[in-house]
């Protein structure tokens, strides 16, 4: 499919409120740093029309403060922010788990073995871009396999405080992912619903807890 070389505005402000709120969740900005929209434009190469409506965007989803003469800061977000959404994402996402374990799709296993082998090739050799996108795909296709597309959609709103580009960047966080999503993929494939639910739960939770400690070691050296 050939797509328009100009895209439409609401898709580039997508774009930018999830950079910018990648480098919230992740810590890389901390709170109280000035987030402005031409700096944002200039990084991801865009007007500044797009990256002000994403400001306003991550500022009514709590990301962002606004204040008279000081223009968009980074709110405050700590780390039991950090486990009380993860604690919604788990439910959300063993739900969904549970129930493409459940519909048992041949075709859809299939394509999830292939994202983990791809997933396997990357961990071995360290691309680290690679295994970070193997993993949003792997999780993407569970979701979609659930036959549960409202589901689906709430949990992608909750996601949005993941960080797309954090966790392959840690010390052993790539060989715990492949086993992690063996164990996920195993049960699917069993098509146990219980043992899917248990396995995403403890994954999605152990998630939470390496960026919350991330977020308060950091938060810990801003205040020093």
């Known amino acids: 499919m050939v797509y328009a070389e100009t895209r439409?505005?609401?898709?580039?402000?997508?774009?930018?409120?999830?950079?910018?709120?990648?480098?919230?969740?992740?810590?890389?900005?901390?709170?109280?740093?000035?987030?402005?929209p031409e700096v944002i434009a200039a990084e991801l190469?865009?007007?500044?029309?797009?990256?002000?409506?994403?400001?306003?965007?991550?500022r009514a989803e709590g990301f962002l403060?606004?204040?008279?003469?000081?223009g968009f800061t980074v709110a405050r977000l700590t780390g039991d922010d950090i486990r009380d959404i993860y604690l919604v994402q788990a439910w959300v996402a063993s739900e969904l788990a549970a129930r493409a374990a459940?519909?048992?799709?041949?075709?859809?296993?299939?394509?999830?073995?292939?994202?983990?082998?791809?997933?396997i090739r990357a961990a071995e050799v360290g691309d680290l871009e690679q295994v970070?996108?193997?993993?949003?795909?792997f999780h993407r296709q569970i979701n979609l396999a659930s036959g549960s597309p409202k589901l689906a959609w709430v949990m992608q709103i909750v996601s949005r405080y993941a960080p797309r580009r954090f966790y392959a960047s840690i010390e052993g966080w790539s060989e715990a992912t492949v086993g992690d999503h063996t164990?996920?993929?195993?049960a699917i494939r069993a098509g146990d619903p219980e043992l899917a639910r248990a396995r995403m739960h403890e994954h999605t939770l152990a998630a939470g807890r390496l960026l919350a400690s991330r977020v308060e070691a950091r938060q810990r050296d801003s205040d020093v």
């Open 102 to 119: 459940k519909r048992g799709d041949a075709a859809v296993i299939g394509r999830l073995e292939e994202i983990h082998a791809d997933l």
């Open 183 to 186: 164990e996920i993929l195993d």
């Open 132 to 137: 970070e996108r193997m993993n949003h795909r």
């Open 45 to 58: 190469g865009i007007s500044s029309t797009p990256a002000r409506e994403a400001l306003q965007s991550l």
């Open 65 to 70: 403060d606004l204040a008279p003469r000081r």
């Open 8 to 36: 439409p505005r609401p898709q580039l402000s997508e774009e930018a409120a999830s950079y910018v709120r990648d480098q919230i969740t992740s810590g890389t900005l901390a709170p109280g740093t000035p987030v402005r």
